[in-house]
């Protein structure tokens, strides 16, 4: 009997993996049940989340993290979701062949997504990519994405860890850690470290991690653990007040191979806390609900859309209908909400 | 009897356009009948997605358009999604200090989402917030995004014209632009163009917009007619080779009040341009589409998690049992979907 993608993926054999992560993103009805045959070979893996802005050198990152975990024997693998990633092909052509040594190493595999046409079901391939990588054994995940928007906090909720990387110098990107990426840090990496106004980056970051503190805000642990729950489904969550991690801060220069070491033991040390202070099962909690949330949204879309367009005929036609204020696009969904 | 909030809004009545926006934001059911009411109140505003990295400088070039476009005697909503932007309350005191010429503005209706908190439903709240300042009256809209991010394009795709704001010497930023943010560009703004490499920013732009050209992929129009039904959702569109918009690559510098009128220039001919090739029902059924899929996505999925809470306990519940293999995503996915 010719044996399931589910088993080629377990036996870690790379060509069953490529073919299931096409079919996810395909949209293939094939893929769910190799996937449901999968979650229960998962959950060895270590998740790790690397966000940033475009240019803060996260792809040079991940490739020193993939060459430090290499050198530990750990096999690795990348979800690359920044579309100015060289792994998604976004980069410019040095930085793609400068990755190419660990293309050619067997032990790392690496996955990129487009960030369109997925019709917001950018997290759910993100969470496919995650579960196949973990199930075929690979004893590292790297998830590289962009840190602006709510599909790429999505994504970075898949993680055991998120680092947020930042460069020095940029006072309205520290205005955009504020406003949204603050609270999933688990780990920053002021990369570029070199340049001028590193040091006061740092501070930056320290006083704004203090004020959070002394304001009595929620914790990143907190808003991680219950975040989804509290701020957009029904009743908050009145679990007891979680200890609290307060995210090291490590200066690294990637291209110099400076602070990596560093900032692999912040993350080692994070994780290590996770256990310490019985936090991991929230974590874990946590990361299956964005997994979940990721699959059930996406899933939905393309059932109602299905259904639509048998009923409704094409989705152009009905965005046409809409358009000439034949129909309203509120009745329409509820319409399908409702079935 | 008691007016409706959907009358209020359409009376111009700022109150009751807040509550409705307040209401949609908490996902009050008594909202959609109210939106329901005022769909066909609508299409008369002038929508303009205003998009770029943070630090581009696009709160300070929306505060000057507003500018010019009181001055032309227009009433203006904005609605900021920028987690960056003073109007969203996440920039620095300057900012948001100068600004307040406008919050005094009786005209000038300014909201701001967050961008946390939402499951998705970011496109569907800015969708609404169109919607209810489309049918108050306001003759432009002007909404402001961050530009990376699945749900950001798709704020980008309720939009007349899409302004993508670029600043000079920053090479990552333009692959940035070439990943995702191009193909959604119908107008290139080139801010802090007193910054010493402009001139090579606007070369690098027209370049890769001829390159895009010359290689025959499809037109900004193009993927932004068709991109989301061909990329998702099913047979590509087979519709005739649209005539092609070239996007006009604009120099400005908004805090010293320059470039704008050229750019308003740009964004006006852009209209005309869609007027005059009969472009425009395209524009407004993509217009719809992207409307109707952001709401059509987040009540699916807030109606799902209702019947998953009564049907099979809370989420965070759920949650912990997929992170336990006690019950795989996927499968609790399809059930949920398959009713």
Not at 181 to 209: P, S
Not at 274 to 292: I, S
Not at 312 to 325: H, N, P, S, T
Request: aromatic content about 2%; glycine content about 10%.
């Amino acid at each position: 009997m010719k044996r399931t993608l589910a088993e080629g993926v377990v036996a870690g054999d790379v060509r069953a993996a490529s073919r299931l992560m096409r079919d996810v993103d395909d949209g293939l009805p094939s893929a769910i049940p190799e996937l449901q045959a999968l979650h229960r070979r998962t959950g060895r893996a270590l998740v790790i989340g690397l966000t940033g802005s475009p240019g803060a050198g996260k792809s040079s990152l991940c490739d020193r993290l993939i060459g430090l975990y290499r050198r530990q024997g750990k096999t690795v693998g990348v979800v690359a979701v920044d579309p100015t990633s060289p792994f998604s092909g976004g980069a410019i052509l040095g930085d793609r062949i400068r990755m190419q040594e660990h293309a050619t190493d067997p032990e790392v595999f690496i996955r990129s997504l487009a960030t369109r046409g997925h019709l917001g079901g950018l997290s759910r391939a993100a969470a496919a990519c995650v579960t196949v990588m973990d199930a075929m054994g690979k004893d590292v995940v790297i998830v590289e994405t962009v840190g602006v928007g709510q599909d790429e906090i999505d994504v970075a909720g898949l993680a055991h860890c998120v680092v947020v990387v930042v460069v020095p110098g940029m006072g309205d990107d520290i205005q955009a850690i504020k406003a949204g990426i603050l609270e999933i840090a688990d780990v920053f990496a002021v990369n570029k470290a070199d340049r001028e106004g590193a040091d006061r980056t740092v501070r930056e970051l320290r006083a704004m991690l203090e004020l959070r503190h002394a304001t009595a805000g929620p914790t990143a642990a907190e808003l991680l653990h219950h975040g989804l729950a509290a701020a957009g489904h029904g009743a908050a969550s009145t679990a007891p007040a979680a200890p609290v991690w307060e995210p090291p801060i490590v200066k690294t220069v990637a291209t110099q191979e400076q602070g990596i070491d560093e900032l692999a033991r912040a993350i080692g040390s994070q994780l290590a806390w996770l256990d310490e202070t019985g936090q991991r099962p929230l974590r874990e909690a946590a990361r299956a609900k964005a997994e979940f949330l990721a699959i059930l949204r996406e899933r939905l879309l393309a059932s109602a859309l299905d259904r639509l367009e048998r009923e409704r005929g094409q989705l152009d036609e009905v965005a046409r209908r809409i358009a000439a204020r034949e129909a309203d696009p509120w009745s329409l969904a509820e319409e399908l909400v409702a079935r």
